[in-house]
């Protein structure tokens, strides 16, 4: 899949955030020094012209699941991170680790959580029917592409489907939040290369499909005011 994906050109502009994002997409990879770190199997979803085509453009599973969600009592919602500490913690915790390695120390620790998730003015969420955060996502502006800095659910929780409402709402809300030139035009969510099985499965069924990408940093944005 990665080696037959198509390939495209993203063009990346914003802030200095966006641009240390960049640098580190464009690194050479740790492992394979010959190519940049995130250029082969780029998991990239075209974000469709409103949140009701993306829904009818994805897997019956994923529906359903989102379905099985929302029938649970889970609800969407934009939180702010701060108030949210233990429980963002208790996510972390649900399992001991993610994608075949340990929960890195600085997921459980509150003063690193803090400085991280709860550095962002907001993040989305899924809570339960108590009000309780049991999945968080955030992404970022970087051009014309959204990309995931964060999405992580609680483990006794990802059977109800959270993880498919999550996803859906996130699409729903860049979708809302693009630019009157229609960028961001894309949202990306790591790499298929390296994923689990689960994982890609997963990046499949939500709409995400594997790319070859070569960024290019362009600074502003094509409409932007030289002045």
């Given at each position: 899949?990665?080696?037959?994906?198509?390939?495209i050109r993203v063009n990346a502009?914003?802030?200095?955030?966006?641009?240390?994002?960049?640098?580190?997409?464009?690194?050479?990879?740790?492992?394979?020094?010959?190519?940049?770190?995130?250029?082969?199997?780029?998991?990239?979803?075209?974000?469709?012209?409103?949140?009701?085509?993306?829904?009818?453009?994805?897997?019956?599973?994923?529906?359903?699941?989102?379905?099985?969600?929302?029938?649970?009592?889970?609800?969407?919602?934009?939180?702010?991170?701060?108030?949210?500490?233990?429980?963002?913690?208790?996510?972390?915790?649900?399992?001991?680790?993610?994608?075949?390695?340990p929960m890195a120390a600085g997921?459980?620790?509150?003063?690193?959580?803090?400085?991280?998730?709860?550095?962002?003015?907001?993040?989305?969420?899924?809570?339960?029917?108590?009000?309780?955060?049991?999945?968080?996502?955030?992404?970022?502006?970087?051009?014309?592409?959204?990309?995931?800095?964060?999405?992580?659910?609680h483990a006794d929780r990802l059977?109800?489907?959270?993880?498919?409402?999550?996803?859906?709402?996130?699409?729903?809300?860049?979708?809302?939040?693009?630019?009157?030139?229609?960028?961001?035009?894309?949202?990306?969510?790591?790499?298929?290369?390296?994923?689990?099985?689960?994982?890609?499965?997963?990046?499949?069924?939500?709409?995400?499909?594997?790319?070859?990408?070569?960024?290019?940093?362009?600074?502003?944005?094509?409409?932007?005011?030289?002045?």
């Open positions: 899949m990665v080696l037959r994906a198509p390939r502009y914003g802030d200095a955030e966006a641009h240390d994002v960049f640098r580190a997409f464009t690194a050479r990879h740790r492992r394979f020094k010959m190519t940049s770190a995130k250029k082969w199997g780029v998991a990239l979803m075209a974000l469709p012209d409103t949140g009701d085509a993306y829904l009818a453009s994805v897997s019956r599973q994923a529906r359903r699941a989102r379905a099985k969600a929302m029938a649970a009592g889970y609800h969407y919602r934009v939180v702010d991170p701060k108030t949210r500490i233990d429980e963002i913690i208790a996510i972390h915790a649900s399992t001991p680790s993610r994608q075949g390695r997921y459980l620790d509150p003063a690193d959580v803090a400085a991280t998730v709860g550095s962002r003015a907001a993040i989305h969420g899924v809570l339960d029917g108590d009000g309780v955060l049991q999945a968080y996502g955030h992404v970022l502006d970087i051009g014309d592409a959204f990309t995931f800095t964060f999405l992580i659910g059977k109800d489907g959270i993880m498919y409402l999550l996803v859906e709402s996130i699409v729903r809300a860049c979708v809302a939040d693009r630019r009157p030139d229609g960028s961001p035009r894309w949202l990306m969510a790591d790499t298929f290369w390296g994923a689990s099985d689960g994982l890609a499965y997963f990046k499949e069924r939500t709409g995400f499909q594997a790319y070859t990408v070569s960024w290019v940093w362009t600074g502003n944005p094509p409409c932007a005011d030289p002045r």
